[in-house]
């Protein structure tokens, strides 16, 4: 079964995606730390997975991740309330945890958002199993607001990274 996980000399290149997907992280972690921000995991995870081939295609999972992560939000707030009206009780996570994933992921899907539902789900559970206790609800808004910054970021990366290329290559063109 492994036997298919074989290294490939002539396949490993650094090609412009993951240049851009690193850029795209470097980015995030400095505008994290300039601004004191926690939830680097969150912003450059989703830098990571919203950064697609094309401008075109990062806005569209973008968006959709967007959508999905404030889906999941919205649960993990209900989540916190919840946790609050049992006074923190374990069986609260046991219980709504994995309904609130089902759930999750039955709205993701029903408003057509397949594409969101990871990034939800992860969204959901990263937030409700790492709220610490006594926290307010700002907490589950900065967790969705990371998500946000980095997407914004990874659309940001891949328009300009891909003007800069189209402009570097239209003038070497014309200068042959």
């Not at 990062?58 to 404030?70: A, C, D, K, L, T």
């Amino acid at each position: 079964m492994l036997k298919k996980y074989k290294f490939s000399p002539d396949k490993f290149h650094l090609g412009m995606r993951t240049v851009k997907t690193g850029l795209a992280v470097f980015i995030v972690l400095l505008v994290f730390h300039l601004f004191d921000w926690e939830g680097l995991q969150i912003g450059a995870l989703t830098a990571v997975f919203s950064l697609r081939e094309d401008f075109d295609k990062s806005i569209h999972f973008g968006v959709s991740r967007i959508v999905g992560n404030s889906i999941g939000g919205l649960l993990a707030l209900i989540f916190f309330l919840l946790k609050i009206w049992f006074h923190e009780a374990f069986w609260v996570t046991l219980f709504f945890v994995p309904i609130l994933t089902m759930l999750c992921i039955m709205i993701n899907v029903a408003i057509d958002n397949k594409s969101g539902v990871i990034g939800a789900v992860a969204a959901l559970l990263i937030i409700t199993l790492s709220i610490p206790t006594g926290n307010t609800i700002l907490y589950v808004f900065a967790r969705v607001f990371e998500t946000f910054c980095g997407v914004f970021i990874a659309t940001l990366v891949n328009t300009d990274v891909d003007w800069l290329r189209q402009r570097f290559f239209k003038k070497k063109t014309k200068e042959k």
